[in-house]
């Protein structure tokens, strides 16, 4: 059983919609991080939080925004989304300060924009 | 250059046989190394840490060569539930940093 849960598992929205994406991680892991994963490409890191503090935005335009109240949970809001937004979803986390602490992954929301 | 890069793939086996996936990174003080798995549209699994002298677990061995700056992953008595794509992941300075991922499918 995974250790980080993420909802909804689905979502369909249209470009004028505004959805959260819900992470949530029972390890007591101290960073977390979103990644967009669009069919056939490779993981693209979106955001990284350490101790609940942004540490990384990888060029990500401004209709997603992350939100981390603490260190077990994070969101991603979306708003006026584009159909090229749609792909997999994955948040993660791990032990940061620790360098052989891996990436332990949520089971990903698969978002498809109308 | 890319940070990490893995062999293109695909790769197609038989079953029972033995396969070898390269990765090599480009930064030489990376710090840590993990292969992951992942199966068709699910979440990226980890299958092994790599330590400095190489490590097994059952069928899978990793080794890691900082001389050359790369990383194996050699699986052995293929079985079809391998099949899968697998990512090489190496952290550099606190970021962990992912290969495109090498396909591999193994038929009966």
């Known amino acids: 059983e995974t250790g980080v849960t993420q909802t909804p598992r689905h979502l369909v929205m249209g470009m004028t919609n505004k959805k959260s994406l819900k992470c949530e991680q029972h390890l007591g892991h101290n960073a977390m991080y979103w990644y967009k994963q669009s069919a056939k490409k490779p993981l693209e890191l979106m955001f990284v939080?350490?101790?609940?503090?942004?540490?990384e935005n990888n060029s990500v335009p401004s209709r997603f925004s992350p939100e981390c109240p603490n260190s077990s949970h994070l969101f991603l809001h979306l708003h006026t989304l584009q159909p090229e937004d749609s792909a997999l979803y994955l948040c993660?986390?791990?032990?940061?300060?620790?360098?052989?602490?891996?990436?332990?992954f949520g089971n990903g929301t698969r978002l498809t924009v109308t | 250059r890319k940070e990490v890069e893995q062999d293109p793939g695909p790769f197609n086996v038989p079953e029972g046989a033995t396969v070898a996936f390269n990765c090599t990174y480009s930064n030489s003080a990376s710090q840590s190394f993990f292969w992951y798995r992942q199966d068709c549209r699910k979440e990226p699994k980890l299958l092994m840490s790599?330590?400095?002298s190489g490590n097994e677990d059952g069928r899978f061995t990793a080794q890691l060569n900082r001389a050359s700056q790369y990383i194996s992953l050699l699986i052995r008595d293929s079985k079809l539930s391998d099949s899968a794509t697998y990512l090489c992941?190496?952290?550099?300075?606190?970021?962990?940093?992912f290969g495109q991922g090498t396909e591999l499918s193994v038929k009966p």
């Open positions: 790599v330590y400095s």
């Open positions: 993660a986390s791990s032990q940061a300060g620790s360098v052989r602490s891996p990436l332990h």
């Open positions: 939080y350490n101790f609940k503090e942004q540490t």
């Open positions: 992941v190496v952290n550099q300075g606190g970021k962990l940093i």
